[in-house]
């Protein structure tokens, strides 16, 4: 388990992620959205290939993060594109190339900080504890909140959502304040490379994998729903499935002690 002088500095990077989901739930409705704003479903493709490309782009520009930078960046950008999408006008491409460019920079400088200091309190006897955690919590909120979400958003507009879940981040990053030992992390791409070519492909097909779960389910989902309480029952109803298959994965991966 985790030392208990490491407890409350561990929920609160828990804490964390749980507010980062929250605004990610919301997130997803933004496809439909832009979809009713005007713009086409390949802009929306477009947008997303910029997002990975400026993502993939910061890993070579940067050579250092410090986990503290990184998570108050990295929030605020993820506010600021709430706050952009409430003032987002309708069918501008220079406007949504900048929201992609925003948006990019904010992946790289979230997730990768956010799992270093995450699995810094793991040890041999809670690697598998630590790792069913950091992937149970995003489908729970997931199962539940798009629904909700879609159902506010039928009686009250976009608007009060997207700004809820930049306020959720601004919570994020009062919590952010509370955390005491930060992490400086060397980014020597090839260096990092050469250390996991064994796992590669496993890496490759988690970011297949969560690029198919988060953007291509719900892209794929405003081909044939559009309205909003529908599209969120739908998207919940993945979220529980993606419930149960991170149980599965996790119990199976465990019998073969293959949680690292």
Same mark, same amino acid.
């Given at each position: 388990?985790? /030392?208990?002088?490491?407890? &409350?500095?561990?929920?609160?990077?828990?804490? $964390?992620?749980?507010?980062?989901?929250?605004? $990610?739930?919301?997130?997803?409705?933004?496809?439909?959205? =832009?979809?009713?704003?005007?713009?086409?479903?390949?802009?929306? $493709?477009?947008?997303?290939?910029?997002?990975? =490309?400026?993502?993939?782009?910061?890993?070579?520009?940067?050579?250092?993060?410090?986990?503290?930078?990184?998570?108050?960046?990295?929030?605020? =950008?993820?506010?600021?594109?709430?706050?952009?999408?409430?003032? +987002?006008?309708?069918?501008?491409?220079?406007?949504?190339? +900048? *929201?992609?460019?925003?948006?990019?920079?904010?992946?790289?400088? @979230?997730?990768?900080?956010?799992?270093?200091? @995450? @699995?810094?309190?793991?040890?041999?006897?809670? /690697?598998?504890?630590?790792?069913?955690?950091?992937?149970?919590?995003?489908?729970?909120?997931?199962?539940?909140?798009?629904?909700?979400?879609?159902?506010?958003?039928?009686?009250?507009?976009?608007?009060?959502?997207?700004? @809820?879940?930049?306020?959720?981040?601004?919570?994020?990053? *009062?919590?952010?304040?509370?955390?005491?030992?930060?992490?400086?992390?060397?980014?020597?791409?090839?260096?990092?490379? /050469? &250390?996991?070519? /064994?796992?590669?492909?496993?890496?490759?097909?988690?970011?297949?994998?969560?690029?198919?779960?988060?953007?291509?389910?719900?892209?794929?989902?405003?081909?044939?729903?559009?309205?909003?309480?529908?599209?969120?029952?739908?998207?919940?109803?993945?979220?529980?499935?993606?419930?149960?298959?991170?149980?599965?994965?996790?119990?199976?991966?465990?019998?073969?002690?293959?949680?690292?």
């Amino acid at each position: 388990m985790i /030392k208990m002088s490491d407890r &409350k500095e561990f929920l609160t990077i828990y804490g $964390i992620q749980a507010l980062v989901s929250i605004s $990610i739930a919301v997130w997803e409705f933004s496809f439909l959205y =832009l979809f009713k704003q005007g713009f086409s479903f390949a802009h929306i $493709i477009a947008c997303y290939v910029i997002v990975y =490309l400026v993502a993939t782009l910061c890993y070579f520009l940067f050579r250092s993060l410090r986990t503290s930078n990184s998570f108050y960046c990295s929030l605020f =950008l993820r506010a600021l594109i709430y706050i952009m999408l409430v003032f +987002l006008l309708p069918s501008n491409l220079v406007y949504l190339a +900048l *929201f992609a460019v925003v948006f990019g920079v904010m992946v790289f400088w @979230f997730w990768m900080p956010w799992s270093v200091k @995450f @699995f810094s309190f793991s040890n041999n006897d809670n /690697k598998a504890f630590l790792g069913s955690l950091s992937v149970i919590l995003p489908p729970i909120i997931r199962a539940v909140l798009p629904f909700l979400t879609g159902a506010i958003i039928a009686v009250h507009g976009y608007d009060p959502i997207f700004i @809820f879940a930049a306020f959720s981040l601004f919570i994020a990053m *009062f919590v952010v304040s509370k955390i005491k030992k930060h992490i400086v992390i060397e980014l020597e791409v090839k260096k990092r490379c /050469k &250390k996991i070519k /064994k796992i590669l492909p496993l890496f490759l097909v988690e970011g297949f994998w969560q690029g198919v779960n988060w953007i291509a389910v719900p892209l794929v989902t405003i081909t044939f729903i559009t309205e909003e309480i529908k599209f969120g029952a739908f998207l919940s109803i993945i979220g529980l499935a993606g419930v149960f298959a991170s149980l599965i994965t996790s119990r199976i991966s465990d019998k073969m002690k293959n949680r690292s």
